[in-house]
């Protein structure tokens, strides 16, 4: 639920296809006879990622389009995690109903509503980087973006007080989430605090809303959400906060120009391209010692083996050059941080913890 939190953030949206995936498509129609690279420009603008095409009238369409569907996903996977690591999810009709609730409270409305809250407080350098977004493009009016923000927040919060009521919770655990998450979002977009513009705290706060808060929300829907796995899931989000900065490579030259604290703007490019590989490598490993140290040595194992080809993707993309190379990067290693999430999930949840 506090997922909403960073998914502002949360820029895969800038996973912008690169020059060989344009040349790819770029002679390619479709049997209408629609060129390739204009469907692919439309559904980059619909999911909210760069690369988009403008002239989309379609108010509903805008309105997606400013809530990013491309960044739904990890949040929506938190859940699955913390449904797995609860231990208690059974596979009935009414648990995967339940289960798709929660993550459309934690993807398309609070996520949503966080990336439209985002996009609303960065309109004016949109302006300069991302013209073709709806707000600097004038595709969509200030008072409806509004509209929009408080209507996602409200729908979110009243469905994380109907999970509450259906896991019966006599403390609204889920709703005080979604309240502090919706909260953490609002400081993390917006000034005077605005956190994002801190290297350090604003990507560990969106490393904490791709893995621990999704996760809580998911944990607490269908079991007791304790210290143990508070601690643990905010220690993998250390993993997570390097992910976060593999994004920061796209926009170095615009972070220094604006004055944006960036890890690779503070460090440099090759420094802050070890400190952010290193992160993602050694805190899946401190996940898999401590799930040895609880006797789950098989899911210990797996979550080791799929370390190993995220090094392998890190020495032959990212690591060489990150400025070229880090959509590709994250597009062949992230799976397997994904999957590991998993592992160590359901072995938490074998384990009882």
Same mark, same amino acid.
């Given at each position: 639920?506090?997922?909403?939190?960073?998914?502002?953030?949360?820029?895969?949206?800038?996973?912008?296809?690169?020059?060989?995936?344009?040349?790819?498509?770029?002679?390619?129609?479709?049997?209408?006879?629609?060129?390739?690279?204009?469907?692919?420009?439309?559904?980059?603008?619909?999911?909210?990622?760069?690369?988009?095409?403008?002239?989309?009238?379609?108010?509903?369409?805008?309105?997606?389009?400013?809530?990013?569907?491309?960044?739904?996903?990890?949040?929506?996977?938190?859940?699955?995690?913390?449904?797995?690591?609860?231990?208690?999810?059974?596979?009935?009709?009414?648990?995967?109903?339940?289960?798709?609730?929660?993550?459309? !409270?934690?993807?398309? &409305?609070?996520?949503?509503?966080?990336?439209?809250? %985002? =996009? /609303?407080?960065?309109?004016?350098? +949109?302006?300069?980087?991302?013209?073709?977004?709806?707000?600097?493009?004038?595709?969509?009016?200030?008072?409806?973006?509004?509209?929009?923000?408080?209507?996602?927040?409200?729908?979110?919060?009243?469905?994380?007080?109907?999970?509450?009521?259906?896991?019966?919770?006599?403390?609204?655990?889920?709703?005080?989430?979604?309240?502090?998450?919706?909260?953490?979002?609002?400081?993390?977009?917006?000034?005077?605090?605005?956190?994002?513009?801190?290297?350090?705290?604003?990507?560990?706060?969106?490393?904490?809303?791709?893995?621990?808060?999704?996760?809580?929300?998911?944990?607490?829907?269908?079991?007791?959400?304790?210290?143990?796995?508070?601690?643990?899931? !905010?220690?993998?989000? &250390?993993?997570?906060?390097?992910?976060?900065?593999? %994004? =920061? /490579?796209?926009?170095?030259?615009? +972070?220094?120009?604006?004055?944006?604290?960036?890890?690779?703007?503070?460090?440099?490019?090759?420094?802050?391209?070890?400190?952010?590989?290193?992160?993602?490598?050694?805190?899946?490993?401190?996940?898999?010692?401590?799930?040895?140290?609880?006797?789950?040595?098989?899911?210990?194992?797996?979550?080791?083996?799929?370390?190993?080809?995220?090094?392998?993707?890190?020495?032959?993309?990212?690591?060489?050059?990150?400025?070229?190379?880090?959509?590709?990067?994250?597009?062949?290693?992230?799976?397997?941080?994904?999957?590991?999430?998993?592992?160590?999930?359901?072995?938490?949840?074998?384990?009882?913890?």
């Amino acid at each position: 639920m506090m997922p909403d939190l960073n998914p502002s953030q949360i820029e895969t949206e800038s996973a912008s296809v690169d020059a060989a995936e344009v040349a790819l498509v770029s002679d390619a129609t479709s049997p209408n006879g629609e060129p390739a690279n204009e469907r692919s420009a439309k559904t980059r603008q619909l999911l909210g990622m760069k690369g988009a095409q403008t002239g989309e009238t379609s108010i509903w369409k805008i309105r997606l389009q400013l809530m990013k569907p491309i960044t739904w996903i990890p949040l929506m996977w938190g859940v699955v995690c913390g449904a797995a690591s609860s231990g208690n999810f059974r596979w009935t009709l009414e648990y995967v109903l339940i289960s798709a609730a929660c993550m459309l !409270l934690s993807g398309p &409305l609070l996520t949503g509503y966080t990336q439209t809250l %985002n =996009d /609303f407080y960065d309109r004016d350098i +949109d302006a300069i980087n991302e013209p073709y977004r709806p707000i600097p493009s004038g595709a969509i009016s200030i008072p409806q973006v509004v509209t929009q923000i408080l209507v996602l927040l409200c729908a979110g919060i009243v469905l994380a007080y109907g999970l509450d009521q259906w896991a019966g919770h006599e403390f609204p655990t889920i709703t005080v989430m979604a309240i502090g998450g919706s909260f953490l979002s609002y400081i993390y977009s917006a000034p005077p605090l605005k956190l994002k513009q801190n290297g350090w705290l604003g990507n560990y706060a969106l490393g904490a809303s791709y893995i621990a808060l999704p996760w809580w929300a998911g944990h607490a829907l269908f079991g007791d959400l304790n210290g143990t796995i508070i601690v643990l899931t !905010l220690f993998y989000s &250390l993993a997570g906060l390097g992910i976060a900065v593999v %994004n =920061d /490579f796209k926009s170095v030259e615009g +972070d220094r120009q604006l004055g944006l604290k960036s890890l690779p703007v503070m460090f440099g490019i090759t420094t802050a391209a070890w400190i952010c590989v290193l992160m993602i490598d050694v805190f899946q490993v401190g996940i898999a010692a401590y799930l040895i140290h609880i006797h789950q040595n098989l899911y210990a194992a797996t979550l080791l083996l799929l370390v190993i080809p995220q090094i392998t993707f890190q020495d032959m993309y990212f690591l060489r050059d990150p400025l070229k190379n880090d959509v590709k990067y994250q597009a062949s290693a992230q799976p397997f941080l994904v999957l590991g999430m998993l592992v160590a999930a359901l072995a938490l949840g074998h384990a009882g913890v």
